[in-house]
């Protein structure tokens, strides 16, 4: 059983963005975080999913991501994003990050598992730090599939 922590963080929304991964399994603990220059909130949050499900080594794993992103938990909790799939995400966010989701689930068994952000839970506030620091890091990545325009011109 892998326990997969996870938070996203923009200082703006858009703006500079980060995200945090703790991994626990066992023993084992991981750690992963890295920043973007220009990013939302929402695609910090599920990238940072993103991030843990694809640190794991063996497909088939039982994985309990724990986020306090109701966007990303409801997504799937929902069944909304397999809506958005079946009708190729027309007028949606994030599709990117989405079409990199589905892979990653659908090789682990996952549970996705929402909790209150910055209520004292240890590992979330780890996160939340790593994703925060990352955010102000002095090599920040470029988020490739962010796209302000596109927004935009989708009155999104």
Do not use: Q
């Not at 973007?36 to 063996?58: Q, S």
């Not at 190729?88 to 990050?97: A, E, P, Q, T, V």
């Not at 079409?99 to 952000?117: E, N, T």
């Amino acid at each position: 059983m892998i326990e997969l922590y996870t938070d996203g963080a923009a200082r703006g929304n858009p703006g500079p963005g980060g995200y945090g991964v703790v991994l626990k399994s066992g023993p084992h603990r991981k750690e992963i975080s890295d920043g973007f220059e220009l990013t939302t909130n929402n695609r910090m949050e599920l990238l940072a999913v993103i991030e843990g499900l694809k640190a794991l080594k063996k497909g088939g794993s039982e994985v309990t991501v724990f986020s306090d992103s109701s966007y990303v938990c409801d997504a799937v909790n929902k069944g909304w994003l397999f809506k958005w799939e079946l009708k190729n995400f027309s007028g949606k966010k994030n599709i990117d990050l989405w079409l990199k989701f589905l892979p990653l689930y659908r090789k682990h068994k996952v549970k996705m598992v929402w909790i209150k952000g910055h209520a004292g839970h240890l590992e979330n506030e780890r996160c939340d730090y790593l994703a925060v620091e990352a955010s102000k890091g002095t090599t920040l990545k470029i988020d490739k599939g962010y796209n302000r325009e596109t927004e935009l011109s989708l009155g999104l």
